[in-house]
């Protein structure tokens, strides 16, 4: 097949996460070509969400793609589609715009409490955990550090500090929602206009990866 025929989908990764999270997700080679993106570092932890975005979709070097974006991977997504044009986004486990946001991240937005996030505390205690702890919470750890690598101070306050500041976009581009009803940390509660994963969490790209899958090809079609 011709490669002007191929649809170019480039997927962006949730907050510290990486695109191991994506490695259940396939799709048919002769439609479609899969581009999985990393986090860059950001050059401060007050840099725009604007600049960081300016830097971050050099990595997309095909015209008119489709963005799938998890959780503030979506609201990357949305940012990027106003300075890149893009066929369609599809936002997983994530964001709209900041009206969606929960009364608790709009609580930790108004007491400026993020700023008092212990990550070297975090990363000091979980290797504790993993040196003494149980084989279930081994194996647990282990997990998470395969799919969340990325806790650099920097970049965790960066993110942590661009989504609760996020001014949302106006974009007029296909925009397709996925969201699982039990979603603790973006709830449903909040969000309008999505396709709902029943027994979804948070992290329903990497339980529910079948399931997702099937939702992405449908909004592809």
């Known amino acids: 097949m011709k490669t002007e025929n191929i649809t170019h989908v480039y997927f962006l990764p949730g907050m ?11 799709l048919p080679k002769e439609k479609y070509k899969m581009h999985f993106l990393e986090w860059i570092m950001p050059h401060s932890k007050k840099e725009s969400l604007t ?8 990595q997309i070097t095909e ?28 936002l997983i486990s994530s964001v709209k715009s900041p009206e969606e946001y929960s009364p608790f991240f709009k609580t930790v937005k108004a007491t400026k409490i993020h700023k008092l996030l212990p990550i070297s505390f975090i990363n000091w205690s979980e290797n504790l ?3 003494n702890g149980s084989k279930k919470v081994r194996n647990t750890l ?11 101070k920097l970049y965790t306050q960066w993110a942590v500090r661009s989504f609760l500041y996020w001014k949302g976009c106006n974009n007029h581009v296909d925009l397709f929602h996925l969201h699982g009803d039990a979603d603790k940390i973006i709830p449903i509660h909040y969000i309008k206009n999505c396709e709902i994963i029943k027994n979804g969490t948070h992290v329903m ?3 529910k ?3 997702i899958q099937q939702h992405i090809l449908r909004c592809l079609a």
Do not use: W
């Open 16 to 26: 510290s996460a990486c695109s191991a999270i994506f490695e259940r997700i396939q």
């Open 51 to 58: 600049d960081y975005t300016k830097r971050f979709a050099k």
């Open 63 to 90: 015209k008119n793609p489709v963005l799938v974006g998890v959780s503030f991977g979506g609201v990357l997504a949305q940012e990027i589609a106003q300075i890149i044009p893009a066929k369609k986004i599809i």
């Open 129 to 131: 955990l993993h040196k």
């Open 142 to 152: 282990s997990v998470y550090r395969k799919f969340l690598p990325l806790r650099n």
């Open 205 to 207: 790209i990497l339980t």
């Open 209 to 211: 990866s079948s399931t």
